[in-house]
C-alpha cells in the first residue's frame, strides 16, 4: 500500500499526547521492540531542546517518533524511536522517509543513525530499502524479561540522503 506522505504530519508532542504514547509502547505488537520509557521520562524529553518528541498524524494520531542529539556539536542525530499504531498500512516507511528529510534539510545533520533489535526484521528491511547502512551489532547489550537482546547499528550520511534524493 502507498501513503500520501503529504497528508502525514509531525506534530510536536503535547502532554495530552502521553497516554496515547504510553498505551502504543506497551502494545502486545510494539512492546518486543522499543523500551516502554515512563509518563516522567516522556515529558522530560518533550522539553529538552536536544530532542524532537512527535506525534505522527493523518486525520488522527497513527503514532510517534523520537530524535535526540538536535544540538550535537558533530551533526549527528539518532532516530531513537519510531512506533505507528496503524500496522502494515505503509505509514512505517512513509514516516521514515519524512524523518531523513527533517533530519537532514531541516536539523542539518550529517549523519542519522538508530538501532534496532536483531529480531525485529521488518524494520531492517524498511531502514535498508530507506538507504540505511548497517554499521554493526551490539551483541546481547539489553536484558529484557530474563533474557539478552542484540542491536543491529544503522546509520545514514547526508551524502547517501542526497543521492538518494538524486535517484
Sequence with gaps: MRVDKSKLRLCKTEEADLNYILAAETDDENRQYVIPWSREKHFQ???NPDIAHLIVKNETRIGYVILAGLLNPNHTIEFRRIVITEKAKGYGKAIVEIVKQ???ETYNAHRLWLDVKVQN????????K?????EGTLRECLKVEGRYDSLIIMSMLQ???EKNCLN
Design 121 to 128: 526484521k521488518l524494520a531492517q528491511a524498511v531502514y535498508k
Design 102 to 104: 527533517l533530519a537532514f
Design 130 to 134: 530507506a538507504g540505511f547502512v548497517e
Design 159 to 161: 551524502q547517501e540522503y
Design 45 to 47: 524529553a518533550m522539553v
